[in-house]
């Protein structure tokens, strides 16, 4: 059984910039250890603070939905640009047009927000047009109130370091993903980080799972972001944006986890993909 269960979050700040966030779902014998974790953590950034935000929130009766993980494949590439070809490929096969994958790239790229810096939050596209449907253009939509459960982070961890993906980032987004590709009316999901030093990003959605490139990027580049692609006719946009950032998700158990080369990806990938 599930305990009652509390939203902790953390972001910190300097110079009035953000700097890091994370955020878990846990009950009432943990906020304890949460707390300090993610205070260690926004003080442990190399960047430092000025401000460090914690928030306890009880979720009251709002109801819980349970997910398993989406399937992870992590493909070892050798550039950004043929880590972006792959990945345009795959969101093709998932439904997304080309049209949509390419303004979302390049407003990524560039710069999404109206003044061509990064957005605080994702996208919401059109998959076939890439018509942006998110209310604030500079703020977008910040998916919020999701973890794993104890059990399922731990094996999450160790399935992942184990095949390589070690950094902390990876377990969230994934988790992340999971909850945004299971919204009705989600097709696809798209990001790379803002973190200059974090090259790799993901294509995700229901039926081809979490695909992991070592690079969408290059180094030092200061630009990220996320693009969530939904289906116009069966998507609304109240709905969604109530789920993604107040309805609670926990994961509970971990996908098929693996890396996978140039064959498997032609192979095992794209092609159940394109025949969906
Ligand atoms: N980028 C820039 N600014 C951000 C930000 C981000 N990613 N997250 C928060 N902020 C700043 C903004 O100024 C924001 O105001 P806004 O709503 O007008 O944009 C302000 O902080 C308050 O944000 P809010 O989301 O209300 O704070 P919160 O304390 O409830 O939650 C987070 C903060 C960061 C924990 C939450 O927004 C989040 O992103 N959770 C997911 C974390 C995660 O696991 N990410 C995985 C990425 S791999
Ligand atoms: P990150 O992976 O944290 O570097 O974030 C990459 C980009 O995703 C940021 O530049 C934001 O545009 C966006 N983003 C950050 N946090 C969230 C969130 N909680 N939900 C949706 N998008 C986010």
New binding site residues.
């Given amino acids: 059984m599930i305990d009652h269960l509390y939203s902790v979050r953390m972001r910190s700040a300097r110079h009035g910039k953000h700097v890091s966030g994370a955020e878990r779902l846990v009950s009432a014998g943990a906020i304890d250890g949460t707390v300090h974790d993610l205070v260690a953590r926004a003080m442990n950034k190399e960047k430092g603070f000025d401000t460090i935000t914690i928030q306890v929130e009880s979720l009251g009766n709002s109801p819980l939905r349970l997910l398993s993980a989406l399937d992870v494949c992590s493909l070892g590439i050798q550039d950004y640009l043929t880590g972006r070809a792959a990945a345009l490929r795959l969101l093709q096969g998932a439904g997304v047009g080309s049209m949509a994958v390419e303004r979302a790239m390049e407003l990524i790229a560039n710069g999404a927000s109206p003044g061509g810096g990064?957005?605080?939050?994702?996208m919401i596209m059109d998959a076939q047009t890439g018509e942006r449907f998110e209310p604030e253009t500079d703020r977008?939509?910040?998916?919020?109130r999701f973890d794993w459960t104890p059990e399922a982070r731990e094996d999450a961890g160790r399935t992942l370091s184990r095949l390589g993906m070690a950094h902390y980032?990876t377990p969230e987004?994934l988790a992340?993903a999971t909850k945004v590709c299971n919204a009705p009316g989600v097709r696809a999901e798209l990001?790379w980080?803002?973190?200059p030093e974090y090259t790799a990003g993901y294509v995700a959605s229901l039926g081809m799972g979490y695909v992991r490139f070592s690079f969408l990027k290059k180094a030092g580049d200061e630009k990220?972001?996320?693009a969530i692609f939904v289906d116009r006719g069966s998507f609304d946009l109240k709905s969604l944006l109530h789920y993604l950032q107040r309805q609670p998700v926990l994961i509970n158990a971990v996908g098929v986890c693996r890396n996978c080369d140039g064959g498997d990806f032609e192979n095992n990938l794209l092609r159940p993909v394109l025949a969906e």
Avoid: K, Y
């Avoid at 977008?140 to 919020?144: A, F, I, L, Q, T």
């Fill in positions: 990064n957005m605080r939050g994702a977008g939509v910040r998916v919020s980032r987004a992340l990001c980080s803002d973190d990220g972001g996320r």
